[in-house]
């Protein structure tokens, strides 16, 4: 069964330090999203992209976040300038159709510490 | 602004026996979607089960079945026979038809435990 990939599945950082985070969303899928999930807090939404741009992005994500498909099979997040703040498991999802048309999968997610 | 509430942080349950997990919206649109997501210790979301408002029926995924009270904006997952591969953090989550950014908007999550 196809399925979303994250990697890495642990990355650790230098507060202020850049990181990308990468994913590989299931072959046929046109939509593409990150979510993120402190440490015992509810997930929250971070954007969604679609062919080569936001189509929505929520507070969370300012100008330190940055969305990337550099291929055709790649979906990347950039943090700019990390903060201790940005620690938390990352989640990417994609879906084939737009909105809520269809079922976003998500994949494993990678957590990421700011020390 | 549309909000998620899980009122249950914790719920246990005997294996074997039957849970419900309760879940609550608000909103002011009349279409809409709704997700139970499943997230086991190792993290990932994995869907449990989806529901569309406009459908009456209560959607079913085999020991997995949701009470969907639109009136009432409540959205409960019952989990029948449990069993120990159940356990897991259970969240309830919203998306607008209307919104084409897609964006899930998530409750604060049950900690489902389930005794041998």
């Known amino acids: 069964e196809p399925e979303v990939t994250q990697t890495p599945s642990h990355q650790v950082t230098q507060m202020g330090q850049e990181v990308i985070l990468r994913c590989v969303p299931i072959?046929?899928?046109?939509?593409f999203y990150w979510y993120r999930q402190i440490l015992g807090q509810k997930v929250e939404f971070l954007v969604s992209?679609?062919?080569?741009?936001?189509?929505?992005k929520s507070e969370i994500f300012d100008d330190q976040f940055s969305v990337e498909r550099p291929d055709g099979s790649n979906f990347t997040l950039k943090i700019r300038s990390t903060k201790l703040e940005d620690s938390a498991m990352y989640f990417c999802?994609?879906?084939?159709?737009?909105?809520?048309?269809?079922?976003?999968?998500f994949g494993p997610g990678t957590r990421l510490t700011v020390l | 602004a549309q909000t998620v509430t899980q009122s249950q942080p914790e719920m246990s349950v005997q294996e074997a026996e039957t849970v419900t997990l309760s879940c609550t919206y608000d909103?002011?649109?009349?279409?809409?979607?709704l997700f139970w997501y499943k997230q086991p210790p190792s993290r990932q979301m994995i869907l449990v089960i989806r529901?569309?408002?406009?459908?009456?029926q209560n959607a079913t995924e085999n020991r997995f079945s949701v009470n969907f009270q639109k009136a009432a904006k409540s959205f409960s997952l019952k989990i029948s026979d449990s069993q120990l591969g159940d356990a897991a953090m259970y969240f309830c989550a919203y998306q607008g038809t209307y919104n084409q950014g897609g964006k899930l908007i998530f409750g604060q999550g049950t900690e489902l435990s389930v005794k041998p």
């Open positions: 072959s046929n899928h046109l939509y």
């Open positions: 999802a994609s879906s084939a159709l737009a909105g809520a048309s269809d079922t976003q999968y």
């Open positions: 529901q569309e408002a406009y459908k009456q």
């Open positions: 992209f679609y062919n080569n741009e936001i189509s929505e």
């Open positions: 909103t002011s649109e009349s279409d809409y979607y």
